[in-house]
């Protein structure tokens, strides 16, 4: 079964601060993987998607890189701002069979601080 | 264009009752995903359609839940006699086709409360 782990749970820091979310997930069978951010009481709004043959996409000042042998995707924020302030969740769609939906972590609730 | 639409965005329903939660893709989207978002369990995948056939209906929490889809458009979530652990938001997405090519755009989910 495939399972998605972000780290860290949460974070804080200041305004202007580059910095790193990670994602890690189980079985390296898939197809794509997306980060998505989600602010309070909204749906989800999608930031990134990378394909499995593809390493890294770069959206802005929004880099997510992949690396499916090791199981692990990075999300990459430059001089953050106060309105990157939100939950970041890392989805997986697996192509090992059976669901055909994406396998989400928990989320990283990212506060950046003005 | 317009978003993925969902309704009603607020859902307060004693236990017992049935509910009905429906989905408006963005138009033109083949494919059509549920998902539950609770505190305990984070997001999980419910269903998914392409066109109006579920080739998968086994992430469905029970046989209380069923979903269906016509015209390839319109999707409707019912559970049946609720339980105070259905409690969560209901969150729908489509993407263009089903495949590793294609985002998923969700809606902003209807949020349902069991007492």
């Known amino acids: 079964k495939q399972e998605v782990t972000q780290i860290p749970a949460a974070l804080s820091v200041p305004e202007g601060e580059n910095l790193v979310l990670n994602c890690s997930f189980t079985?390296?069978?898939?197809?794509?993987l997306q980060w998505f951010r989600q602010d309070p009481g909204k749906g989800l709004t999608s930031l990134l998607l990378i394909q499995s043959s593809q390493r890294e996409q770069t959206s802005g000042r929004l880099n997510a890189s992949l690396d499916k042998s090791s199981g692990r995707s990075t999300l990459y924020i430059a001089a953050s701002q106060p309105g990157d302030s939100a939950t970041y969740l890392c989805a997986v769609l697996y192509s090992g069979g059976g669901a055909d939906g994406l396998t989400f972590g928990k989320g990283t609730h990212l506060i950046i601080q003005p | 264009g317009a978003g993925v639409s969902q309704s009603p965005s607020n859902k307060v329903t004693e236990k017992g009752k049935d509910v009905e939660l429906r989905c408006d893709p963005i138009s033109g989207h083949t494919a059509l995903y549920w998902y539950r978002q609770s505190l305990g369990q984070g997001l999980e995948f419910l269903i998914y359609f392409q066109g109006n056939s579920a080739p998968d209906k086994s992430g469905l929490p029970s046989d209380r839940f069923s979903a269906e889809r016509t015209g390839g458009s319109v999707s409707t979530l019912t559970i049946q006699r609720t339980q105070q652990e259905d409690s969560a938001v209901y969150l729908c997405?489509?993407?263009?086709?089903?495949?590793?090519?294609?985002?998923?755009?969700f809606g902003p989910g209807t949020r349902l409360t069991v007492t």
């Open positions: 079985d390296s069978a898939i197809y794509n």
């Open positions: 997405a489509s993407s263009l086709l089903a495949g590793d090519l294609y985002e998923q755009y």
